[in-house]
């Protein structure tokens, strides 16, 4: 597929959206078990904006970056949908993850 730099970026950027959209709507899906199966979660994602924005000099705190891919204030989103982590969530991210 041959696109140019401006069509990629806004596929890309839809993608993003599209992604970040699912991962609000899929408050049942817990950071830890993103981290355990994809070696990922929403707060790398937030992370991955700011650093994007502050690469290009733009003005992003970790909180708005955050509330970006949370869609609200990241406490409120722990409050609301985070659950402690079982026993074998923990065991499983100590083995994949180790230090995080």
């Known amino acids: 597929m041959a696109v140019d730099d401006r069509t990629?970026?806004?596929?890309?950027?839809?993608?993003?959206?599209r992604l970040v959209k699912?991962?609000?709507?899929?408050?049942?899906?817990?950071?830890i078990d993103l981290m355990n199966l994809a070696g990922?979660?929403?707060?790398c994602l937030s992370n991955w904006l700011k650093d994007a924005a502050d690469a290009k000099g733009v003005t992003l705190t970790k909180e708005e970056s955050r509330e970006a891919i949370?869609?609200?204030?990241y406490e409120e989103w722990k409050s609301k949908h985070q659950r402690e982590a079982?026993?074998?969530q923990l065991e499983t991210i100590k083995k994949t993850?180790?230090?995080h």
Do not use: I
Request: proline letters at 9%; charged letters at 25%; glycine letters at 6%.
């Open 40 to 43: 990922f979660c929403r707060n």
């Open 8 to 17: 990629k970026t806004e596929l890309e950027a839809a993608a993003f959206r």
């Open 70 to 73: 949370y869609g609200m204030p």
């Open 22 to 31: 699912h991962l609000r709507e899929r408050t049942d899906v817990q950071n």
């Open 97 to 99: 993850h180790p230090g």
């Open 86 to 88: 079982s026993p074998v």
